[in-house]
């Protein structure tokens, strides 16, 4: 880290501080995110080209997962920014008859997002927006692992935010450790566990807040009463897009083994169909690159441990170093392999065989709670079953990563897939302080409580305590 940079991020820091003595008003707020929608717009092209840069992600990809998700967002903030804003009143009590009281949402601060890799645009511009409908100044990290977006935020930035209210920082550990020696009012962190206890450790010095979306192992459990075929779709489609780097992708499947040969055959099929036979693929400009060599050699290691260990390939297992390519690759698998150790965050989805849903959860539950988990059944009791004993940030029943795109629910995880919760008014809630405001009469009948404490005052506790 240079001493340059050093400064610049004081200086940015100090000038934040001063800017936020003052809370921002709605009509600022809300120009902000229509300067932010309306670049994104009209930057469509250099977005896709950014990423398609940093890792080869389809253009149909980056349109849904990074750029309409986005515009969605800012378009609900915009609707809805004033009721949010508005206090809130809240109902009297009966010992404190003489009072009116609300709730009023204030901004928390100076905000600071260190945003990842895998879908580098949107999850950078999610918390941005949240943070800015919530009143705060933001500093921006962009995943070093993106070079290209990276930078491109940092031009957005500069063309449509003053430094009082937006900064971008780029830059890799070092410039996340210089960050981190300033108090911020709060940290969001997406990313992995390991760098996630790091931010946590470092927040717990200033006791900063902090919102951490981890991810983890996502489990989807397929039942033998289903629609083995409508199954397959799914889960092939959610887990190859992206080449599976996605945070809420199914991480592994366990199988009602009667049915397990079928949804193999099945899975097969929609990869086929999909991407191509396999020799095909890795032309096949709809399937996503792995983003560095850093992540294949990873990826390469994992299989190869898992296969020498007693996994079978069912398909794919294909690679080239030189192309990042990696293909979707399905393998026979069982909990105790190399490969169930830790989230495999790439394109490679074991299938395991069990007997009965209660074994399924027992080996979910053996695991740390995952970021989101799944099942597939028509069996209202199972499904019962599975909502009231697995401990996850968001359930899915016959389909999957869909909570990631409704406005009105909350997206977060729990444990080590997360702390915190974000997306639409929970984003706002998220950034802003809750402050409960009261106001008394001057001639309050709670004064008849001060001391002396006279056998008058007893008299009157007594009643209090007896009628309320």
């Given at each position: 880290m240079s001493k340059l940079k050093d400064r610049e991020i004081k200086t940015a820091y100090d000038i934040q501080t001063k800017a936020n003595i003052f809370f921002r008003p709605f009509?600022?707020?809300?120009?902000?995110?229509?300067?932010?929608?309306?670049?994104?717009?009209?930057?469509?092209?250099?977005?896709?080209?950014?990423?398609?840069l940093d890792f080869k992600k389809p253009d149909i990809e980056i349109e849904l997962t990074e750029i309409w998700i986005c515009i969605k967002e800012a378009d609900l903030i915009i609707k809805n920014l004033k009721?949010?804003?508005?206090?809130?009143?809240?109902?009297?009590?009966?010992?404190?008859?003489?009072?009116?009281?609300?709730?009023?949402?204030?901004?928390?601060?100076?905000?600071?997002?260190?945003?990842?890799?895998?879908?580098?645009?949107?999850?950078?511009?999610?918390?941005?927006?949240?943070?800015?409908?919530?009143?705060?100044?933001?500093?921006?990290k962009p995943s070093e692992k993106t070079p290209n977006v990276s930078n491109l935020i940092k031009k957005m930035a500069s063309e449509i935010f003053s430094p009082k209210d937006v900064v971008v920082f780029e830059g890799g550990k070092d410039t996340v450790n210089t960050l981190l020696k300033h108090d911020f009012d709060h940290i969001m962190y997406t990313g992995g566990i390991e760098v996630g206890q790091l931010i946590m450790q470092n927040a717990a010095k200033t006791l900063t807040p902090v919102t951490l979306e981890l991810g983890g192992k996502c489990p989807v459990v397929v039942d033998k009463d289903v629609n083995l075929d409508r199954a397959a779709q799914k889960i092939i489609y959610y887990k190859f897009m992206n080449a599976g780097q996605t945070c809420v992708a199914p991480d592994y499947i366990l199988v009602d083994s009667s049915?397990?040969?079928?949804?193999?055959?099945?899975?097969?099929?929609?990869?086929?169909?999909?991407?191509?036979?396999?020799?095909?693929?890795?032309?096949?400009?709809?399937?996503?690159?792995?983003?560095?060599?850093?992540?294949?050699?990873?990826?390469?290691?994992?299989?190869?441990?898992?296969?020498?260990?007693?996994?079978?390939?069912?398909?794919?297992?294909?690679?080239?170093?030189?192309?990042?390519?990696?293909?979707?690759?399905?393998?026979?698998?069982?909990?105790?392999?190399?490969?169930?150790?830790?989230?495999?965050?790439?394109?490679?989805?074991?299938?395991?065989?069990?007997?009965?849903?209660?074994?399924?959860?027992?080996?979910?539950?053996?695991?740390?709670?995952?970021?989101?988990?799944?099942?597939?059944?028509?069996?209202?009791?199972?499904?019962?079953?599975?909502?009231?004993?697995?401990?996850?940030?968001?359930?899915?029943?016959?389909?999957?990563?869909?909570?990631?795109?409704?406005?009105?629910?909350?997206?977060?995880?729990?444990?080590?897939?997360?702390?915190?919760?974000?997306?639409?008014?929970?984003?706002?809630?998220?950034?802003?302080?809750?402050?409960?405001?009261?106001?008394?009469?001057?001639?309050?009948?709670?004064?008849?409580?001060?001391p002396p404490y006279t056998k008058r005052v007893r008299k009157i506790v007594n009643l209090v305590r007896k009628l309320f």
């Open positions: 009509d600022q707020r809300v120009e902000s995110i229509k300067k932010l929608t309306k670049w994104i717009k009209s930057n469509e092209d250099e977005i896709k080209t950014s990423i398609k009721k949010w804003m508005k206090p809130k009143k809240i109902a009297k009590t009966l010992t404190l008859i003489t009072t009116k009281s609300y709730i009023q949402k204030n901004p928390k601060g100076k905000i600071l997002i260190i945003s990842p890799w895998n879908y580098p645009f949107q999850l950078t511009i999610m918390p941005l927006l949240a943070a800015i409908a919530a009143g705060n100044s933001v500093f921006l049915v397990c040969d079928e949804f193999k055959a099945y899975c097969v099929k929609y990869i086929k169909r999909m991407y191509g036979d396999s020799e095909l693929i890795k032309n096949n400009p709809d399937y996503c690159r792995i983003v560095n060599d850093e992540h294949f050699e990873r990826l390469f290691n994992k299989l190869e441990e898992s296969l020498n260990s007693g996994d079978k390939v069912i398909f794919g297992g294909d690679y080239d170093s030189n192309k990042s390519y990696f293909s979707p690759t399905l393998i026979s698998s069982k909990m105790s392999s190399h490969i169930m150790k830790e989230e495999i965050f790439g394109p490679i989805l074991p299938i395991i065989q069990v007997e009965q849903i209660e074994d399924a959860i027992e080996n979910i539950n053996s695991k740390d709670a995952p970021l989101a988990a799944y099942i597939f059944t028509n069996n209202k009791s199972k499904v019962n079953y599975f909502i009231g004993n697995i401990k996850s940030g968001a359930i899915c029943i016959n389909d999957l990563t869909l909570h990631l795109v409704h406005s009105h629910l909350p997206f977060g995880g729990v444990g080590k897939s997360g702390i915190g919760r974000y997306h639409g008014k929970f984003g706002f809630d998220e950034f802003s302080n809750e402050i409960p405001i009261l106001k008394n009469i001057n001639n309050s009948p709670l004064m008849l409580l001060y």
